[in-house]
């Protein structure tokens, strides 16, 4: 049995989601999957590394997705997830790490080690966060970031069959307004709590 | 402005989200109302206590409740929520406190120190706490679970028009597979980074 310790984290866009799981990771010395995660799969399946980046932008509504699946072939978005399941499943034998977005708590939820995060924050501090920390423009802020987390959600939605961000999903659930650090702090505390039960 | 450190905790039946508020409040030192707010808002408003007992059971679909409701007139239920939510406001001016379930979070969305939890657990030790902490009958205990889930669901979808467990609705969420007292320690920390930010 698997016994590596695997923290997937799921985010809201803007919400920092990303840097927490960059900066636990260093905190517990373990591996970082995010991007290099994506490349990864992207050299294994030997499918464009563009084709991972923009796999969740596409998602853009349920029904254009589902038309896009048959049950007699599989379509590129298809390819590219079960792909990026493989690449997942790889890391998580390989040893400890975090591992962001790519639908890995679903992927790897029979792993008994497997600690699930989602980070969320209120709209105004992801508008600031998009616009200083990820270089977007001002211009329909709201309207960008609304969007693309209805797309991580119809994509979540689509592979999963859960539901994005509901609380029953996750060990634990974090409103970052606290603060990256803090935040973190907290998690890094459920793990060791969690390790020692 | 009201400054008071209100904690509002919601959990799925069993869970032991009611406990983990019950020690919080003593850890806090602040007040801890659960069944003493329903008493208080009976006490205050005339109606019968037991009527708000059950507000949460009678809520079984929300077509039924819906049929309840008029927009001419006031049903049963509408009147107890009314006068449990008034309740509600005047604990949360009258100082620090822990206040559990009754949609307090929804109540006092408008206050600025609310700390908004939701705990949850897997079905096992939910069906565990259940029968052992609660004395309910082994016989259909996950159906009995579900249902009363499903009641408290309904009963806060109704109300509030948002979804109950959805994380984006609260500071923090928990599986408290890890125990009582380290979610209690959890959310005593994230008080704690909330208040000096």
Redesign the interface.
């Known amino acids: 049995m698997n016994k590596n310790i695997i923290i997937t984290i799921d985010r809201?866009y803007g919400s920092g989601g990303r840097k927490i799981g960059e900066k636990l990771a260093d905190k517990l010395g373990v591996a970082f999957y995010d991007r290099a995660l994506l490349k990864r799969a992207a050299e294994e399946s030997g499918l464009h590394e563009d084709m991972f980046k923009n796999a969740e932008k596409r998602a853009t509504n349920l029904f254009a997705l589902s038309l896009s699946s048959s049950p007699y072939t599989l379509s590129i978005d298809d390819e590219i997830f079960i792909a990026q399941s493989k690449t997942i499943k790889k890391v998580a034998e390989e040893g400890n790490c975090v591992i962001v977005g790519a639908c890995a708590d679903y992927v790897l939820k029979d792993y008994p080690n497997c600690i699930n995060v989602?980070i969320?924050a209120d709209i105004e501090k992801r508008k600031l966060r998009a616009i200083n920390e990820y270089n977007m423009p001002e211009e329909n802020i709201e309207k960008t970031i609304t969007k693309l987390d209805k797309c991580r959600s119809t994509y979540y939605v689509h592979y999963t069959d859960n539901k994005w961000?509901?609380?029953?999903n996750?060990?634990?659930?974090?409103?970052s307004?606290?603060?990256i650090d803090?935040a973190v702090?907290?998690i890094k505390?459920?793990v060791n709590?969690?390790n020692k039960?």
Chains 1, 2 share one sequence.
């Open positions: 809201q989602f969320h961000g509901k609380a029953q996750y060990d634990i659930t974090l409103d307004g606290i603060g803090n702090e907290l505390m459920y709590m969690k039960k």
